[in-house]
């Protein structure tokens, strides 16, 4: 069954630190990986996306995340947090054929320490 | 380009009544998924509708259901509410009908019952 795994409940950070926000999937095929963001009181927004090629993915808002198969992880960085990237994060996998659903993590809260 | 629409943002009801949620997707998306969030259980996966057809289902009771209009506009519906179906109900479309498609998410119907 596919799953997906956010080991860290929450995440405190010091504003202008770097940040590693750690998730888990497991996948029988060769997985579709997005991490979202979520502001109070907001929808999700998508931050970037893995499918296939590099490994190594660019997002929005100065994040990246790196998808590792042999640990089955797909790891969201940020070499330098800003007071305004305090939310939750939520790693996610795409599964399924003729019929889709997206699976979440139960997400990363970060609060950012000024 | 308008986001995803969800009307209305929040809404009381009381146990044993029903509700309606709807929801408008991005102009020119054909797939339009449904999640419920909750601080325990965080977002679990509702239904998927591509082109008015309902092609997956999460585990939910036949209390939940919905469906999906010829402009791909959708609606959710919950029956004999619960003090349980108290949550955010987000609404996410996407272009394509393929697991590796991004959902954009609208900002949620917030439902709480009383």
């Known amino acids: 069954a596919q799953s997906v795994t956010q080991p860290d409940i929450h995440i405190t950070v010091s504003e202008g630190a770097s940040l590693e926000l750690r998730c888990n999937y497991s996948?029988?095929?060769?997985?579709?990986l997005f991490w979202y963001v979520q502001s109070p009181g907001q929808g999700l927004q998508l931050l970037l996306k893995y499918f296939s090629g590099d490994t190594l993915v660019q997002g929005i808002k100065g994040f990246e995340a790196e998808f590792k198969r042999s640990q089955s992880s797909f790891n969201l960085r940020k070499p330098s947090v800003h007071w305004s990237d305090a939310a939750e994060y939520f790693c996610a996998v795409g599964a399924g054929t003729g019929g889709f659903k997206t699976i979440f993590g139960a997400g990363t809260r970060l609060f950012v320490k000024a | 380009k308008a986001g995803v629409t969800q009307t209305p943002r929040y809404l009381i009801k009381t146990r044993g009544q029903q509700v309606t949620l709807s929801c408008s997707p991005i102009?020119?998306?054909?797939?339009v998924s449904w999640y419920q969030q909750t601080p325990g259980q965080g977002l679990q996966f509702l239904f998927e509708?591509?082109?008015?057809?309902?092609?997956n289902k999460g585990n939910f009771p036949g209390r939940f259901s919905g469906r999906q209009f010829s402009n791909s506009r959708s609606e959710m519906n919950v029956s004999t509410l619960e003090l349980g179906d108290s949550a955010l109900y987000l609404c996410?479309?996407?272009?394509?009908?393929?697991?590796?498609?991004?959902?954009?998410f609208g900002d949620g119907t917030r439902l709480s019952i009383l």
């Open positions: 102009s020119g998306h054909r797939s």
């Open positions: 996948y029988g095929a060769t997985p579709y």
């Open positions: 509708y591509f082109s008015e057809t309902q092609r």
């Open positions: 996410a479309s996407s272009y394509g009908q393929g697991a590796d498609q991004p959902q954009h």
